[in-house]
Every structure is written in structure tokens, then in C-alpha cells.
């Protein structure tokens, strides 16, 4: 279902967590919120979940003012950086917690109607745990799974009650590097199967990259831009995103990603003059780190084909061109 | 490895000189006339019914102590409002003020020529102070920190997390209370129990002031062994005593078979 967020804003004291935040959110769109901590992604997500009332302004979810409703009747599925697991359940038991609170065997239902409701759940169980690759494992308390098990089936949690929003608060955010890059790989699958509307929080824009479809970039509780990966990255619509989004260079007071800075060996029109102070190899991507006099120094990203086509070596001057491309349009 | 051992010895002499030796000392004193003269001195009418009474305390105190705990420890984590600050301090004035004060502040209240509300109650034909619903009064007083104490730190420390995931997966307040916090911090509780326990067992000061100490009527274990010793009748005074320790030992001993694995060293 979509979301549409109309000119939210949040404070907590003196602290503004979202200003005037306004943004939509397609449905069945798997979306990212990318942003230093503290920049109001998690607090934006929390409107959402109904977890956190906004001060001002509304939340609709899939065109119905949902502003006012409390969390048990958004139908909104949420996962915690720290999996927030039901200790003292079985895997089953939390990934079936949604439905038996629901499905409630309420007094004079028969006993039969009652027995058919649990196999629904116990099947719908079942179902779910494939989904996440966790069957044979229903049995287990979650104190005995991995870190990304146990993500896994707070995602499995999340989905049983199959909500019209999925929302993920830094769901790799607290699993090692290997883990982190195998699950990104497999939300990615999963939203494809799945096709529930996804918004998760990140502030890794590596891993906002790689996983969504759209990315919202938010500092100091205002959206600085949104857009796709690459829209973003070729594209950026001020400074913060540009340094945010990929890495970057200073070329005579600007801003420039490194791989758009060519290296020439004469003067030419539009270059600046500098010194190779090293040279990094890190296997197919070679490092200059450059000084370009007055104490301003600087790095450029190559290949080693051009490294060795172009003979650099440390102490050796040449000139920079800034490929115009990315060029940052000024805010 | 000398200073070790010199470490080890004083913790291990310093509670022998003042747990071990003396508890020990009554447990051979109750038998000092046979195990018959104890098994009598204890199974008296008078005897019996104060191991009642005592009963009756634990039996009331307990479970009024063990949900306003909770409630309160409730309060206290997870609701910000005002005055918490104050709750929070309060809880802990049992602990800071004497049980003897405790007692006379109940007289104040309840006392029937001029107490606070004790005239209107007289009236009314319900008696407080001399009289079992005092007694109670005074022990949960006493009692009343053990649960919200042992509760506020892991009530804290579960966070609001698996609160928040269960009303995100529609469960309202009272399910989400009953199926996941209460499960969450029921070590806590269970511990609280054991502690509370323990001190409406032993409860002497302020249900000394508030019982008129009738024996067979108001005296409750505690008021009876001060009353045997009283009368020179040692036999009954340890034998009591005796029972007393083995019930404050077997609490005691509930609380590590509760204890999660974990946390058993």
C-alpha cells in the first residue's frame, strides 16, 4: 500500500527530529531512509509505525489518514535493529504471536472451528519459515539462533500478520559484514516474491544502494533529496547528498567524485597543477593521493590499465581535469 | 595467594561470627531437652495458632505486595508523569524507616479513641489496631518494596523492544502485558516474591505495636517467641525460632531453584 507522509514534524525538547517532511512512497516500492544518526530516519519511520506521534502534519497509509491510529491497527509489520525476539517463545511461537492474538478462540466457538483455526496458523507457520529459510527450526528458543537467524524470524514475525507496510528500523545494523551483505542480498529477493511495500532505515549508503528502489536522504530532520541509487548518486541536489552518497574529491573548491577527475600529463585548458605524493594499489582500482599546492591536497580513482598506461609515479607532476558529468547542481 | 586466603578467611569468619554461629547455636539450643520436648513446644494451641497468624500475613501480604509491585515498577519505567520521581523515593521508605515507627504511625491512623479514621471505623464495626486487618496493614508496609525493587532493574533492561514488536503485531496493552512482559521480567518478580516472603515471615517491630500481642488471638510467630523467652521458657523460644529459620531457609532455597542456569554460579 502507499504511504504519503504530508508536512510532518517531530521535536523531542529542544531537539527537532523531522521538519516539515513531505514524501510519498509507492506501492509495492522497496525504499530506503539514508542519513547520519540522529539526521531522523528511525523517528520518520516510528510515524509511520504509529509507533511515535508527529507534532504536526499526517500520515496516510494506502489513502487513509492514519495519523491518529495506534500501532495495533496500522497492520504494519516493523523490525528492530535488535530483533526484539520474544525470549521466552519458541520460533514458532513468535513468528505465530500475531495470529493467535488475533485469531483468538473466543468463547461458544466450536471446538472444531477453534482446532481448524490453529492448523491454519501452525501451516501459515510452516510457510513462513521457508520463506525465510528457517525450517527445522520452529522448535528453537531464540536465545539458540545467530544474530541473522534471529532477524530472519523477527521478519517472519512481521510478515505472518501480512501487513500493508513492512518497516525495518537498521535491520543489518547490529550483524557482521559477511551476514550484512548475504541478508541485503536476500531482502532484495524476498521484496521480490513478497511484494509488500518496504521502507527500512539505513545509514549505510552502501546498503541503500544495493537494496532499494528509491532512496530519501535525511539530515537534520529535513529530506535532503530523494531518488534512485543512481539519480542520487549522478545527480545530487546539494553538497551534504554528494558527500553522502559515494566518495569525493576537492578540486579547486569543489566537490567532484574521484573517478571523474582525468589525470593528463601536459597543461591543458581548465586543469590544476599537482604532485603525487603516493600511489595506492588496491587491486583493480588504483589510488593517487595528490598535493595541489598551498597545502590543499586531494585523491583521484583510476584503473591500473590508465595508471600504467599514463607511467605515474610518486613525485611525478601532473594536471587534473574535472570531468563536468557529475558536477553538483548547487542547492 | 597469602593475601588471598587472608581475604577468604575474614568473609568466611565474619559470617560465621555473625550468621553461622549464632543460627547454628539455636538450632542446638531448641533441642536441648529432646527432640520431643521441641516437637511439644511447638504444637501447642498457642504455638499453632500463631504459626497461623504468621500464615495469614504471608498468605495477604504476598500477593497485595507482588501486583502493586509490579504495577508500580510499571509506573516507575515505563510512564513518565509527574511525581514519579517522588513514587520512586517513597517505595523505598519502608526500608529506611523502623518497623517500631512504622506501628505507632499506624496507631495514629487507625487507633480507635484517636486515631486518623480509627473512630469512624470503630463506628462502622471493622477494628483495625489489636486485630488481624491491622497486622496485615503493617506487614505489608514493611514488605511492600521487595517486588517493585527487584522488578524496576529488569523491567529497565528488557527495554521497550519486544513491547513495541507485540503492538505492531496488533496485540492490545493487556495482551502484550500478559504475553510479553510479565514473561520477560518473571525472574524478577519471582525473586521479589522469595524476599517479600522472607520478610512477612520474620516481621516483628511494627506488627508488635499494631497486635496488642494477644497470645491465641493476635500473636504471630515472631510475637511468640518473644514471649516464651520472656517466660524463661527457652525450650519454646528456639524451638520457634527453629521453625522460623527453616522456613526463611527454604525460601531462600526456592529462590536458587528458580534461579535461570545462567545466572546460577
Given amino acids: 500500500m502507499s504511504i504519503v507522509i504530508d508536512s510532518v514534524s517531530k521535536t523531542f525538547g529542544d531537539y527537532v527530529a523531522l521538519d516539515d517532511v513531505r514524501l510519498e512512497v509507492r506501492d509495492g516500492s522497496l525504499t530506503a531512509l539514508l542519513g547520519p544518526s540522529g539526521g531522523g530516519k528511525s523517528t520518520l519511520l516510528r510515524v509511520i509505525a504509529g509507533l511515535e506521534l508527529p507534532d504536526s502534519g499526517m500520515v496516510r497509509i494506502a489513502g487513509q489518514d492514519a495519523t491518529d491510529t495506534p500501532p495495533q491497527r496500522r497492520n504494519v509489520g516493523f523490525v528492530f535493529q535488535h530483533y526484539a525476539a520474544f525470549k521466552h517463545m519458541t520460533v514458532a511461537g513468535n513468528v505465530a504471536f500475531g495470529l493467535t492474538i488475533r485469531k483468538q478462540p473466543r468463547w461458544g466457538m466450536l471446538a472444531r472451528t477453534a482446532r481448524s483455526r490453529s492448523d491454519e496458523i501452525e501451516a501459515k507457520v510452516d510457510e513462513l519459515l521457508k520463506l525465510v529459510h528457517l525450517d527445522g527450526f520452529a522448535h528453537r528458543y531464540p536465545s539458540q539462533l545467530s544474530g541473522g537467524q534471529r532477524q530472519r524470524m523477527a521478519l517472519a514475525r512481521a510478515l505472518a500478520v501480512e501487513p500493508r507496510v513492512l518497516l525495518l528500523d537498521e535491520p543489518f545494523g547490529a550483524l557482521d559484514a559477511t551476514v550484512r551483505k548475504e541478508l541485503r542480498a536476500w531482502l532484495r529477493r524476498l521484496h521480490d516474491e513478497v511484494h509488500v511495500t518496504t521502507v527500512f532505515v539505513t545509514h549505510d549508503q552502501e546498503e541503500a544502494m544495493e537494496v532499494a528502489e528509491q532512496i530519501v536522504v535525511l539530515d537534520h530532520g529535513r529530506i535532503q533529496q530523494v531518488g534512485t541509487p543512481r539519480e542520487l548518486y549522478e545527480r545530487p541536489t546539494n553538497d551534504f547528498v554528494m558527500r553522502f552518497i559515494g566518495p569525493v574529491s576537492e578540486i579547486g573548491g569543489r566537490w567532484i567524485r574521484p573517478h571523474d577527475v582525468e589525470i593528463l600529463l601536459e597543461p591543458a585548458e581548465g586543469t590544476s597543477e599537482a604532485m603525487i605524493d603516493r600511489i595506492l594499489h588496491l587491486g583493480f582500482e588504483v589510488r593517487v593521493e595528490l598535493s595541489l599546492g598551498e597545502g590543499e591536497s586531494t585523491w583521484v580513482q583510476t584503473t591500473r590499465s590508465r595508471a600504467e598506461e599514463l607511467e605515474l609515479a610518486e613525485g611525478q607532476i601532473v594536471w587534473l581535469r574535472a570531468e563536468t558529468e557529475s558536477e553538483p547542481v548547487s542547492a | 595467594m597469602r593475601s588471598k586466603y587472608a581475604l577468604r578467611f575474614l568473609a568466611l569468619g565474619y559470617l560465621a561470627a555473625l550468621l553461622g554461629i549464632p543460627v547454628a547455636l539455636v538450632f542446638i539450643n531448641a533441642f536441648q531437652d529432646g527432640i520431643g520436648a521441641a516437637w511439644e513446644a511447638v504444637t501447642t494451641p498457642e504455638a499453632q495458632h500463631a504459626f497461623y497468624m504468621t500464615f495469614v500475613m504471608v498468605a495477604v501480604a504476598v500477593p497485595l505486595n507482588t501486583v502493586f509491585g509490579i504495577l508500580c515498577a510499571h509506573a516507575i519505567v515505563r510512564q513518565r508523569f509527574r511525581g514519579r520521581a517522588l513514587l520512586n523515593a517513597m517505595v523505598d521508605l519502608p526500608f529506611a524507616v523502623s518497623p517500631v515507627v512504622v506501628g505507632l504511625a499506624l496507631l ?40 517493585v525493587r527487584e522488578v524496576v532493574p529488569v523491567l529497565r533492561e528488557i527495554g521497550t523492544d519486544q513491547e513495541q514488536a507485540a503492538a505492531t503485531l496488533g496485540a492490545n496493552a493487556f495482551q502484550t502485558f500478559f504475553r510479553v512482559t510479565l514473561p520477560a521480567i518473571r525472574y524478577g518478580v ?25 497470645s491465641g488471638q493476635t500473636q504471630t510467630a515472631t510475637l511468640f517467641v518473644e514471649e516464651r523467652f520472656q517466660r524463661f521458657d527457652l525450650t519454646g523460644a528456639y524451638a520457634a525460632s527453629m521453625v522460623l529459620a527453616l522456613l526463611a531457609l527454604a525460601t531462600l532455597l526456592a529462590m536458587n531453584l528458580i534461579k535461570p542456569k545462567e545466572a546460577r554460579s
Fill in chain 2, 108 to 147: 495514629l491512623v487507625y487507633g480507635r479513641r484517636d486515631g486518623w479514621v480509627g473512630e469512624w471505623l470503630a463506628e462502622q464495626g471493622i477494628q483495625v489496631i489489636f486485630s488481624t486487618p491491622g497486622m496485615i496493614l503493617a506487614t505489608m508496609f514493611v514488605s511492600l518494596p521487595f517486588v
Fill in chain 2, 190 to 214: 519471582a525473586y521479589g516474591v522469595v524476599l517479600t516472603t522472607a520478610r512477612a515471615l520474620g516481621e516483628f517491630g511494627a506488627v508488635s505495636v499494631v497486635s496488642g500481642k494477644i
